[in-house]
């Protein structure tokens, strides 16, 4: 999946039957006591005052959905994926990357914010997501789509995928969680094509009769879907949107203002800013990262909240091994969902926060794998005062760890390979979207 930052679908197996956590419950004893006394949440993603509450519950599916109700909405998820970024991020400089993904998702957001859709998230990273309301037409929505795949081949360097569903939500802080969420984007992420878009039955069911789209079926992802999104439709051609122009609003990235006027002005055909944009902005850091693993079976609620209350044990256990080790608490970019991404200054200290971190995670008997890299990348600060990331280092960490990664292992780069090597790490190799990959396992 992932290319410049990513973000990990919750996964659950529901059922019907069972209606309470069959794991060890979490509790606020679990927690350093001070973690849910700051003021406001953490970040969009980890909603700590709705995790407290959950913690103080009896956690049950009935806890669940009540705690949930008022954050239910209906409309459509629409996600997006850029296609072939994996091999590109090898062969061009990360300011050249940021270019060429950049001008797809402007056109995402133009397009969809013309015709009432709202960005989900924010877009460090080459995916989009966009709820629109359920006052919106479906096929108002499929011409968008169309045009916006127009649009994308007619200007831009690459290809994306979109998927798109209509459904049930849960909007919690800027984020839409839930089972039909999560199934969407893995949907986009992972099974579309360049150019492709993809609809559900329920967003197909929302189309007049007499629509003149027209539709394949994608049988080969009913196996996969079947439970949240039904069956899967490719669309083939059909209306376009007719008199309606993008709208020109930022859409929601992390970058300053002074950094995107740069970043535009590169994109711009000004080769020349290149090497000044590199040295005003690019730190080289190593990345750091953590992916915890959460064995709940519980029903997709229960799960959700238990996942929750995982991202805020990460959080708070990676703050106390930064502080032990003597690090910057700001080291800590964000933890999101089973993730935790860190930027530290030294490799030798960055394997040592790691082992730390996967030592205190055990003690918790919560398993993880980690992703290790040294290389160039970008710091931004949102508005709420946390932080994003982008760079080719978080690429390979994630591939390391997400993509080819065992639990309970550490993963350095080629480019720590005399840490590796100092350490009794082991070689390995393997491919990964179609290019060879190597790292060592410790």
């Known amino acids: 999946m992932p290319p410049l930052f990513f973000e990990i679908a919750l996964c659950s197996t529901p059922s019907e039957s069972r209606d309470t956590v069959m794991v060890e419950k979490l509790s606020k004893k679990h927690y350093s ?63 050249e990357i940021l270019t060429m993904i950049d001008r797809p998702k402007r056109i995402i957001y133009g397009y969809g914010k013309a015709i009432a859709g709202q960005g989900v998230g924010i877009w460090a990273a080459d995916n989009t997501q966009m709820f629109y309301p359920d006052s919106v037409e479906a096929a108002t929505l499929i011409a968008a789509m169309l045009t916006i795949q127009d649009d994308v081949a007619r200007s831009c360097q690459i290809k994306i995928g979109l998927a798109a569903h209509y459904g049930s939500f849960y909007d919690i802080s800027g984020g839409l969680y839930g089972a039909e969420a999560d199934a969407i984007e893995d949907v986009a992420e992972n ?47 059909g209306a376009r949107l007719e008199q309606i122009q993008p709208i020109g609003d930022r859409y929601p990235i992390p970058y300053s203002e002074e950094f995107y006027i740069d970043l535009l002005a590169y994109e711009n055909q000004n080769p020349n800013l290149s090497q000044s944009l590199a040295l005003k902005y690019l730190q080289k850091k190593v990345v750091v990262l953590v992916e915890s693993k959460n064995e709940s079976m519980d029903r997709h609620e229960v799960a959700m909240f238990n996942q929750l209350s995982f991202t805020a044990l990460m959080k708070d256990i990676g703050l106390q091994c930064l502080g032990r080790l003597g690090l910057e608490l700001s080291a800590e970019v964000k933890v999101i969902n089973s993730l935790g991404i860190y930027a530290i200054e030294q490799p030798l200290l960055a394997l040592e926060f790691a082992q730390s971190f996967r030592k205190a995670l055990a003690e918790q008997q919560i398993t993880c794998r980690i992703g290790i890299d040294q290389g160039e990348v970008l710091m931004f600060t949102l508005a709420s005062g946390t932080k994003d990331i982008a760079g080719a280092a978080v690429n390979i960490a994630s591939k390391m760890a997400q993509d080819c990664g065992k639990f309970g292992k550490i993963y350095l780069s080629v ?6 090597k100092d350490n009794g790490f082991q070689e390995f190799s393997t491919c990964i979207s179609e290019v060879e990959f190597r790292a060592y396992e410790g």
């Open 191 to 237: 099974h579309t094509c360049g150019g492709e878009i993809l609809i559900t039955q329920a967003l197909r069911d929302r189309l007049p009769a007499d629509h003149n789209f027209m539709l394949e079926q994608r049988p080969d992802l009913i196996d996969n879907f079947s439970k949240e999104l039904r069956n899967i439709y490719r669309v083939l051609d």
């Open 415 to 420: 480019a720590l390979e005399q840490l590796a």
């Open 33 to 95: 006591p001070h973690l849910f006394d700051v003021t406001q949440d953490i970040i969009g993603a980890l909603p700590l005052k709705l995790v407290e509450q959950w913690l103080n519950s009896e956690q049950t599916y009935a806890a669940a959905i009540q705690l949930l109700e008022s954050y239910r909405v209906k409309g459509y998820s629409v996600s997006s994926d850029s296609v072939g970024l994996t091999r590109l991020t090898q062969q061009r400089g990360l300011l």
